[in-house]
């Protein structure tokens, strides 16, 4: 029969009439490029977005180095603040030291004045010498200030000045400080007042 298919074949289109796709199907078809043909340019749309996110690429790398910037400038800041704090802690600490020594210095003469009344030491005059002593003593040693151990060690240039020496027969006692003529102090690693001390010095005994 005319127009239908027999035996799996597809009715082929009478002459004469078009093959043609229609315009749906033209639409939807993919176009060929051209040989030759320069691809269509890009639309203003495209210009627009890429000009914003080179824009917003400019402004994230800007923050960061602002990010950047300002971390740098707070660890300036409190490094600047401990320095300070340092600083005015050892200008308080000179100060308190410059007051002790005039301070120890006055106890010095209230111990060589105990040291020469002799007897009267014990007086009630001596007593009340002493109980200044003592008081001005403590006050000075309420600021942190220590008084250096230097009897029985060895010679320490740094916390104390040798007045005197005296000759010992034992080599294990050389340099050694035997006396204290005069006490020293020091405010935390500062010495304020170095002793005056009096150091061993070995000599053999058939030099002795």
């Keep these: 029969m005319n127009g239908h298919t027999q035996n799996g074949k597809h009715e082929q289109a009478p002459a004469g009439e078009s093959t043609q796709p229609s315009p749906e199907e033209a639409s939807a078809a993919p176009e060929e490029a051209v040989p030759g043909q320069e ?3 890009a639309g203003p749309g495209d210009a627009e977005r890429q000009r914003l996110e080179t824009e917003l690429e400019a402004t994230r790398r800007r923050l960061d180095e602002l990010a950047r910037a300002y971390q740098t400038l707070n660890k300036d800041r409190e490094e600047f603040k401990q320095r300070l704090t340092r600083e005015r802690e050892r200008m308080i600490d000179v100060e308190r030291g ?3 020594v005039t301070v120890l210095e006055a106890i010095d003469e209230l111990d060589r004045c105990l040291t020469m009344s002799g007897a009267e030491a014990n ?3 001596g007593q009340g010498v002493r109980m200044i002593r003592d008081g001005l003593l403590a006050k000075v040693q309420a600021t942190g200030i220590e008084r250096i151990q230097v ?4 010679y320490d240039p740094n916390t104390a000045e040798a007045a005197d020496m005296e000759i010992t027969p034992q080599a294990d006692h050389d340099q050694r400080v035997v006396a204290e003529i005069r ?4 405010l935390k690693d500062r010495i304020i ?3 005056r001390v ?3 010095k070995y000599v053999p005994p058939a030099q002795a």
């Excluded at 006490?183 to 020091?186: D, E, P």
């Design 198 to 200: 009096k150091v061993a």
């Design 151 to 154: 009897v029985g060690q060895t």
């Design 98 to 100: 410059n007051v002790a």
């Design 193 to 195: 007042r170095p002793a």
């Design 123 to 125: 007086s009630s005059l």
């Design 39 to 41: 691809p269509a340019a």
């Design 183 to 186: 006490a020293g102090y020091r």
